[in-house]
């Protein structure tokens, strides 16, 4: 299967929603927010993005399938796009400039590309299976450190999941004391995408969609990382429990872990 129209495609869709998402950036008002959940919002321009995400993809695949965020499963083909159109609600409304598009496309329930697109920076993050990463059409690759102490960890604190926070935090200090430090910005799929780029050593994060996480997913694997669950498994698109690092540190953040979250995925 040749995957570079999926992926050329991805990319112009990811650039048409990073469009919306840049032309609307700090001129979202009160009366715009939405809440789907606890701490979890949406506004107008997360819908017109995945909008004109899915317009687009239609229009050049009409066979394609759609899990999207904002408007959930549609379609019945193979080809599965998974679409987060404004990954950092968030940090959008209070105009903390962090956030991403992110489109994956999925097959027999496996990654085979991936996109994520800063529009405030104007990167774009992609990754087609067994064709390597990329940040602007350059290779990259996951931090080369072998020890802890030289890197810097991303994550992301459990707000669909409070009632994890005690050993999440427990994780928390376990891997800031043995590490640079900890960042935690609000957009998933930036963070992974950073791993794959080198910046971050390492991400771990409880109970994320896969619209969160699938095109970063395939961003570390293909950069040289590895993704696993809490369990050190496969089922990480369907916990939406996810450690990410180099093949060096992966097994000692992992350890860490679950060491706190035990009988978790």
């Known amino acids: 299967m040749d995957l570079n129209p999926y992926l050329e495609a991805a990319k112009k869709a990811a ?14 008002k009160r009366e715009d927010v ?12 997360d819908r017109l993005s995945e909008e004109t995400i899915k317009a687009f993809l239609t229009d050049r695949f009409p066979e394609s399938s759609f899990l999207a965020e904002e408007s959930g499963s549609s379609g019945d083909g193979s080809l599965l796009w998974i679409i987060d159109p404004l990954d950092g609600t968030t940090n959008y409304i209070h105009a903390f400039p962090f956030f991403s598009v992110s489109i994956s496309l ?10 994520i697109y800063d529009p405030l920076r104007d990167d774009l993050f992609t990754a087609v299976k067994g064709g390597g ?6 290779r990259i690759q996951v931090n080369p450190s072998r020890r802890l102490e030289e890197i810097m960890l991303a994550t992301g604190f459990p707000f669909r999941a409070r009632e994890k926070i005690g050993p999440y935090l427990d994780a928390f200090r376990d891997l800031f004391l043995k590490t640079l430090g900890i960042r935690r910005a609000g957009s998933a799929a930036l963070d992974l995408a ?22 970063g997913c395939l961003l570390v694997k293909e ?38 979250f035990p009988t978790l995925r």
């Open 15 to 28: 650039l048409l929603g990073g469009s919306v998402l840049r032309e609307h950036f700090g001129k979202i």
């Open 133 to 138: 990463a990329f940040k602007n059409d350059r």
């Open 34 to 45: 939405g809440q789907k959940a606890l701490n979890d919002f949406v506004t107008y321009v």
């Open 106 to 115: 999925m097959k027999s329930g496996t990654v085979l590309a991936g996109v």
């Open 194 to 215: 950073y791993v794959a780029a080198g910046t971050f050593g390492g991400f771990f994060e409880i109970g994320l969609s896969k619209w969160d996480i699938a095109a």
């Open 223 to 260: 950069a040289g990382g590895i993704i696993t669950d809490f369990q050190g498994g496969d089922d990480y698109l369907d916990t939406g429990n996810v450690v990410a690092a180099n093949p060096h540190i992966h097994a000692e953040i992992l350890e860490a872990v679950r060491h706190y």
